[in-house]
């Protein structure tokens, strides 16, 4: 069939909105009709040459990242399944979910899909199945697809694994940002900084995770949140979502947190800014307690290694220091989980939703994320 899409066609250019053709699906796989697609910080991180590996590189590894139709923030209705499919049927309601979960790898097992083994596929964008493509340009060429999604098209191909089924009374259009933002936020303070309640919890910038992860926290019954956002209206409206606090800077927070526990300092940290760098590392691991805990969410350069933080304080303090991908959530349990609290109005997604783009807005979209305008920006179709 013939779509449009937001390609890619190489870092630092803009999104480029064509016409393209979709193959069927094939086995294992569906055809979904998208209601929306979020604008989330990774697909940007793919325009900067954060997540796109160097040439020589993706070559070795016989990957070829560009051209790619971005987005993975999507649900939307399966229109189509291919052969042996059994878990989906025509009109089932679907979330996207970024990272897939096969179910079987030892992963997926221990209860860990957040690193299900077929995530060792999404950097090349291809079908999991065989490794081949469903989008190609006009002229025949094929397309990779962003985390094997490809949601900045109203259609696409997906493989089961991707998809998580959910209640067919959810608007698609807020699901979608449980696809990525919000289990990545909500889990990053349920899952990885394991929130107790009571707790004094720093979480560093509001975009969609950040706001998602200022839920999380005071859903699990944080005291006191204090939120470092530079960007005035976020530190206003943050408030509406759970933060206590609000802190223009590292400096400001520091005092404030230091008064606010009479030195103790916070029990979690956590970091959603839209970039991470080595030094963040430092700044959080000074604003956590004894056994405080630090957790690293946001995505950072792919190549670089260099952090600073004070050693000593964190041995003889016993600091933690967590990484976390997807929340370390568990997608086919925690995805219609966080859409039961959205349910009962527990968990805010609508107030998430800032700003909705046409597919053709989209370099709009983008830029409005770079101005600090939006919580999420969102694509409707
Ligand atoms: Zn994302
Ligand atoms: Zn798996």
């Not at 079987?104 to 077929?118: H, I, M, N, T, Y």
């Not at 609290?341 to 409005?368: C, H, V």
């Amino acid at each position: 069939m013939q779509t449009r899409a937001a390609i890619l066609w190489e870092p630092h250019t803009d999104w480029s909105v064509e016409d393209i053709e979709l193959d069927p699906p094939k086995r294992g796989e569906v055809l979904v009709k998208l209601a929306a697609s979020g604008l989330c910080h990774s697909d940007e991180h793919m325009v900067t040459g954060d997540m796109a590996l160097p040439p020589e590189i993706a070559e070795l590894m016989g990957i070829s990242q560009f051209p790619v139709i971005g987005g993975h923030e999507g649900a939307g209705i399966v229109q189509e399944v291919g052969e042996g499919v059994t878990d989906l049927a025509v009109g089932d309601h679907v979330v996207f979910s970024f990272i897939p979960s096969c179910g079987k790898c030892p992963s997926c097992r221990k209860g860990q899909s957040q690193v299900c083994d077929l995530g060792a596929f999404l950097l090349g964008g291809r079908q999991f199945t065989d490794q081949t493509a469903r989008h190609h340009t006009k002229d025949g060429k094929d397309l990779g697809t962003m985390v094997a999604l490809g949601t900045f098209s109203p259609y696409t191909v997906v493989a089961v694994e991707s998809c998580v089924k959910i209640d067919d009374d959810i608007p698609l259009e807020k699901a979608a940002l449980v696809g990525c933002g919000v289990t990545t936020g909500w889990g990053s303070a349920v899952n990885a900084a394991d929130v107790q309640p009571g707790e004094t919890v720093v979480i560093y910038g509001v975009g969609g995770i950040g706001t998602a992860a200022v839920q999380g926290a005071a859903l699990a019954g944080a005291n006191q949140i204090v939120v470092v956002e530079p960007v005035e209206w976020k530190r206003e409206k943050i408030l509406e979502f759970g933060a206590t606090h609000t802190a223009a800077s590292q400096e400001e927070a520091f005092f404030l947190v230091q008064q606010l526990t009479n030195g103790a300092m916070a029990d979690k940290a956590i970091l959603c800014v839209g970039t991470a760098k080595g030094e963040h590392v430092g700044q959080m691991m000074s604003m956590i307690k004894k056994c405080g805990r630090a957790v690293v969410t946001s995505v950072a350069p792919m190549l670089d290694d260099q952090v600073t933080m004070n050693l000593f304080e964190f041995a003889m303090q016993r600091k933690e220091l967590v990484g976390c991908i997807f929340g370390n959530a568990n997608p086919a349990v925690d995805i219609p989980k966080l859409l039961a609290l959205y349910k009962s109005g527990k968990l805010k997604l609508d107030e998430m939703i800032t700003t909705e783009y046409t597919l053709d807005e989209i370099n709009q979209g983008y830029q409005d994320m770079r101005d600090g305008k939006n919580f999420r920006g969102l694509i409707r179709y």
